[in-house]
């Protein structure tokens, strides 16, 4: 059984900052592509990034592009987010993803899911 855990998640003022940590357990970590989403009130789950399984290759959605940075450790089992330039738009529920495979901005084509964590961006 896989789970994730993710961690770091806050309250922030619009321009500042914030790195996201998700832990998953089990030893077959390096062979998933790793994603992180978000989903605020009333709203579908948006893709935000993902890192393919050996850390080469990123994807990110337009909204995050040159503002969040994913990364993961592989030796830790850990993936992160680190978010710049934060908005008030950014403020969702964050959630990071694992599947097999190629990497996917569908939520539903991820297999293992964390709890989330709040992130909220404001004044």
């Known amino acids: 059984q896989v789970q994730l855990v993710e961690s770091g998640g806050g309250l922030v003022q619009p321009g500042g900052s914030l790195r996201l940590s998700c832990v998953v357990s089990?030893?077959?970590?390096?062979?998933?592509?790793m994603g992180w989403f978000r989903q605020a009130p009333g709203k579908e789950r948006e893709f935000v990034a993902a890192?393919?399984?050996?850390?080469?290759?990123?994807f990110y959605g337009d909204s995050v592009k040159d503002r969040f940075t994913i990364s993961r450790d592989n030796a830790k089992n850990t993936v992160y987010l680190q978010m710049n330039s934060l908005k008030p738009e950014d403020t969702a529920v964050y959630y990071c993803?694992?599947?097999?495979?190629?990497?996917?901005?569908?939520?539903?084509?991820?297999?293992?899911w964390g709890q989330g964590t709040q992130v909220t961006v404001s004044s």
């Open positions: 089990g030893r077959t970590f390096s062979r998933y592509t």
């Open positions: 890192i393919r399984f050996s850390g080469d290759i990123t």
């Open positions: 993803g694992a599947k097999m495979g190629y990497y996917s901005r569908s939520y539903f084509e991820y297999d293992y």
